[in-house]
């Protein structure tokens, strides 16, 4: 049975501030809007979010709320930096414009929760607190300052179980939008944005999520700023700053503390019923289109009364002495207890080294977890070198035009095992391009770990299949070393061919399809079947580019080289030099596949907000 973690049902307004609370950084944000610029004359500019103003206070709970379409998304990426198109405003960050560290010391939680299934809740928030506080803390002191964490948000009791997904039992919904915000705050973060935290939920886990974050802010001072959809009563209690917007286009009706919104609404005529929820009620006069709504009133009024305010309050927060993101940084680094010099202005905390230490931990507990996927992947490794052993067996006995055949068979089972790279780089694509914006680890040091783990993989389960194959050809073993080091150097290529593939294909399905002209090129200009001696002219080049081409060459030559007529009956090559072009451009194309693969996963499938 899972645990549900209970939390607390204490009084959010009695909570006192932590001695080592580590939030002190506040948010202001200048005439924020955004527009869709027109293509046509037909399809003119359209206004999404009119110039938009606010404030946020260290250690403040802020909701954005208001009907859908009408920016609340939109506004929240901006101040939190995840708009990736073109803007107009400003946000500054403790006074001072926004920098690289920025990612460092924020978080944003996404509305989906992005999380390996195989890793257990401690592990989940302890891989963002050994990349993002830097410091040489002994084991148990970090496993101390993570249970804190769990601890804040209610998961210590389930400290090690599985986050789990529809394939493998795991945690609640509402237990996993815990573990997301207490990565947020385990990195140290100072602001944490979420988009809709408690959409999807049922009311009282929503309740639990909101007042997990309501306890956090106040016991650390980081503040939250949240986009929300129809909370309780109760939920909506528990924020300090309510930022209303109406749609059509985007529009600030009111932009205050949330405790005086019923007063403002009442004063101008609107007041809330007696037992009806104010959040429910607010949206219902705000709303274009709903019945009795006022929302071009509730505009207008803002520019009235409460505009200026605001625009004071952003002035006021500028003008308070500014923190830099390094100060706030080894400030932090003091409070945790930490040297504040072992604190260092890097985008990403952890050094190079790090990162490959912390990821490739997480890769193998993934990968030694997921017993179906490594029982699958072995299990038809072996399957394969069975049948397609029995399918040769004895080819020792026959002619060397079947042996030929063989080999080109052996090395096309290396090209048809690889496609099942593709889709698990998929499946791991949007949760490492969500970590990197987060500015946890670089796209380098993914690569590696990622090539490093899945290659070693594939390459096992290609061992088993070319050494079963081959026991049942009945060929000399003296021929192996030969003949597998040439389909090893084939397989590497290829693999790097497809992780090219799956970082530029939109989705797994259409990623075999994107695949398949570079495959059957490869596959058709195999030096065999078509090769140097029967290939017209105009196609040739194509048999120096396919590294299933030499390595083919190499093998028959490596074999049967003292042939010197069945050397020339393919138009192959035997000599020494002839080798090393074969290595080199094996090598070559695999190590440029891999940098290819560093670009196209950089720029590609971009998340675009
Ligand atoms: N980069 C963009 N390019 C084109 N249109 C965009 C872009 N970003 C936002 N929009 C449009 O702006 C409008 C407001 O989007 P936004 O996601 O901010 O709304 P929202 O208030 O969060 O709505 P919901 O409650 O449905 O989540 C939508 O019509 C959306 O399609
Ligand atoms: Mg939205």
């Known amino acids: 049975m899972i645990n549900t973690a209970p939390l607390p049902r204490e009084d959010v307004r009695n909570v006192q501030r932590d001695a080592r609370a580590f939030g002190k950084s506040r948010i202001a944000f200048r005439d924020l809007q955004f527009c869709i610029p027109g293509r046509t004359a037909a399809a003119p500019a359209r206004v999404i979010l009119t110039p938009t103003s606010g404030v946020v206070e260290c250690g403040e709970m802020v909701a954005i709320m208001g009907p859908s379409g009408c920016g609340k998304t939109t506004l929240l990426d901006m101040v939190a930096a995840k708009k990736t198109t073109a803007y107009d405003g400003e946000v500054f960050f403790n006074g001072l414009p926004r920098d690289d560290l920025f990612a460092r010391l924020t978080s944003y939680v996404p509305q989906q929760d992005l999380l390996p299934a195989h890793i257990t809740v401690y592990e989940a928030v302890k891989f963002v607190h050994e990349l993002r506080v830097e410091a040489n803390m002994s084991p148990d002191e970090r496993e101390a300052a993570v249970m804190d964490v769990l601890r804040l948000l209610g998961l210590d009791s389930i400290r090690d179980e599985l986050i789990g997904d529809a394939s493998v039992r795991g945690i609640s919904g509402g237990q996993k939008r815990r573990v997301t915000l207490a990565r947020g705050l385990a990195g140290g973060s100072q602001i944490v944005f979420a988009d809709e935290p408690t959409s999807g939920l049922s009311s009282t886990d929503a309740e639990t999520v909101v007042r997990a974050m309501a306890v956090a802010s106040a016991r650390t001072g980081v503040a939250f700023v949240t986009v929300i959809h129809q909370p309780r009563a109760e939920v909506m209690d528990l924020y300090h700053s309510l930022i209303l917007l109406t749609s059509s286009p985007g529009r600030v009706v009111y932009n205050g503390a949330y405790e005086a919104a019923a007063a403002y609404f009442a004063a101008a005529g609107s007041p809330v019923p007696s037992r009806g929820n104010p959040a429910d009620f607010f ?132 090209t048809i095992a690889n496609m099942s790279v593709m889709p698990e780089l998929i499946g791991t694509r949007l949760l490492l391009k969500n970590e990197e914006a987060d500015a946890l680890y670089s796209t380098g040091a993914s690569i590696v770990v990622q090539s490093s783990v899945n290659n070693t993989l594939a390459v096992t389960g290609n061992f088993i299949t070319c050494l079963l194959m081959f026991a049942f050809s009945q060929l000399s073993w003296s021929k192996f070393g030969t003949l597998y080091a040439w389909s090893l150097l084939n397989f590497l290529s290829v693999t790097n061919y497809l992780r090219c593939i799956a970082a530029i294909a939109p989705n797994a399905a259409l990623s075999v399809q994107t695949a398949m002209p570079g495959l059957l090129f490869f596959i058709l200009f195999n030096n065999f079947f078509v090769n140097k001696a029967t290939a017209p002219v105009f196609i040739k080049w194509a048999i120096y580019i396919s590294p299933m081409a030499w390595a083919i060459e190499q093998i028959v030559c490596g074999i049967y080289g003292f042939n010197a007529d069945l050397v020339a009956f393919y138009g192959y090559d035997a000599s020494t030099s002839r080798t090393v072009t074969a290595l080199g451009v094996l090598l070559g194309e695999m190590i440029f596949f891999q940098c290819l693969e560093v670009i196209l996963l950089k720029r590609s499938n971009s998340i675009v907000r």
């Open 283 to 414: 949206l219902d006069v705000i709303t274009p289109g709903a019945h009795g709504e006022r929302s071009n009133f509730f505009a207008q009024r803002y520019v009235e009364l409460q505009r200026d305010g605001v625009e004071k309050r952003v002035e006021a927060s500028l003008a308070l002495p500014k923190l830099t993101p390094l100060d706030v940084l080894r400030e932090t680094a003091v409070i945790q207890g930490l040297v504040a010099s072992d604190v260092h202005a890097t985008r990403i905390a952890a050094s190079f080294t790090k990162q490959l230490k912390v990821l490739m931990e997480r890769t193998l507990t993934i990968t030694k977890r997921n017993r179906v996927g490594l029982r699958l992947r072995f299990g038809v490794s072996i399957a394969q070198g069975v049948v397609v052993g029995l399918a040769f067996f004895d080819i020792a006995s026959k002619p060397v035009v079947s042996q030929i055949s063989f080999f080109f068979m052996l090395l096309q089972m290396g």
